[in-house]
């Protein structure tokens, strides 16, 4: 009987090391005693990864009892393995600090996981914004051709078309159902954009409401997408944070001279966009200072503090118009 385990021993690998083993441990495969080096395993294995320790261990055709072991064993029921990590010189604390580790790892992973899947919704709500641009022209157009109205809401315009009846000679019957298609389609295009602006609305508020509610959940989703997460965003300056998205600008500038850009992505918000071209950099400026410090309340404190921001910000803004 021993024979047969020697021939089919079995594998398991513990938080301090890899054994093969039957009636007693025939080799191990310790891992060093460094908790970032147990954490990169721990974190392999959380990920169905196979080991290197475990790799070496291939040739004995072991039995497993881990699916993500299948491609160097047989899964199969193993026997209970009697060893601890003190016997080898491993303590409680390497393990607490390497699961720690592993922890701010996964952390980190969903983070970024998240920060993909909302600048995606960022994406695909910027494509439905130029494609409603574009469908909303066409319909102008050819609304224009049999009425004088000028509907400058395109939600209404799009609806109005959409349960028109066109007067006898107007138009064919052929032409009124397609311009009705195509204000059918606007208004669709137009209810998944509500539905989609609702959802960066709310992932935002959940991600960094500091930043969201200061500059809006929008522009806050592309900060973040453009930084790479809410936490590098906190690490940024404001000059950074006021730059982003401006990048092919500043290459340009980089290149050939062409004047340098003031702002990036933040110029989106109304009171930069709305203002005079002379003080656009100091609100630009302004609310890049306020987003600095609103990221790193939402990455690293969790505290709420936007409102206080808002007010200074408003209050600021005010200076800067001469409005005081």
């Known amino acids: 009987m021993h024979s047969i385990f020697k021939l089919m021993p079995y594998l398991k690998t513990k938080w301090f090391g890899t054994f093969l083993y039957d009636d007693e441990v025939i080799e191990k495969k310790l891992f060093p005693k460094n908790a970032d080096e147990i954490a990169e395993r721990l974190y392999k294995i959380l990920k169905g990864e196979v080991l290197d320790e475990e790799k070496e261990f291939e040739k004995y055709e072991p039995i497993v009892d881990e699916k993500r072991l299948c491609k160097i064993g047989k899964l199969g029921k193993v026997k209970r393995l009697e060893v601890r990590a003190a016997d ?20 980190e992973e969903e983070q970024k996981e998240r920060t993909k899947r909302i600048s995606e919704a960022v994406n695909a709500l910027d494509d439905l914004i130029k494609i409603t641009n574009i469908l909303l022209e066409r319909l102008r157009d050819w609304y224009s051709y049999f009425s004088f109205d ?57 991600m960094a409401p500091n930043v969201s509610k200061i500059i809006g959940p929008g522009i806050a989703a592309r900060l973040i997408a453009h930084a790479g997460g809410i936490e590098k965003l906190a690490t940024l300056p404001a000059g950074t944070i006021q730059l982003l998205g401006a990048e092919k600008a500043l290459f340009r500038h980089i290149k050939d001279g062409s004047l340098p850009p003031k702002h990036g992505v933040i110029f989106q918000h109304e009171m930069i966009n709305r203002a005079p071209r002379n003080k656009r950099g100091k609100i630009a400026r302004l609310l890049a200072t306020k987003i600095a410090i609103a990221a790193k309340a939402d990455a690293f404190t969790r505290n709420y503090i936007a409102d206080d921001l808002k007010k200074e910000i408003e209050k600021r803004y005010k200076e800067i118009m001469g409005k005081a």
């Open 150 to 206: 000028e509907i400058e809401d395109g939600k209404e315009l799009a609806e109005k078309l959409s349960n028109i009846r066109i007067g006898e000679g107007a138009l064919d019957k052929a032409e009124e159902k397609n311009l009705k298609n195509l204000a059918n389609l606007l208004s669709s295009i137009y209810k998944v954009r509500q539905e989609l602006e609702g959802y960066i609305k709310k992932v935002m508020e959940e």
């Open 88 to 107: 080898f010189g491993y303590d409680k604390d390497m393990l607490l600090n390497a699961c720690i580790k592993v922890a701010m790892r996964k952390i």
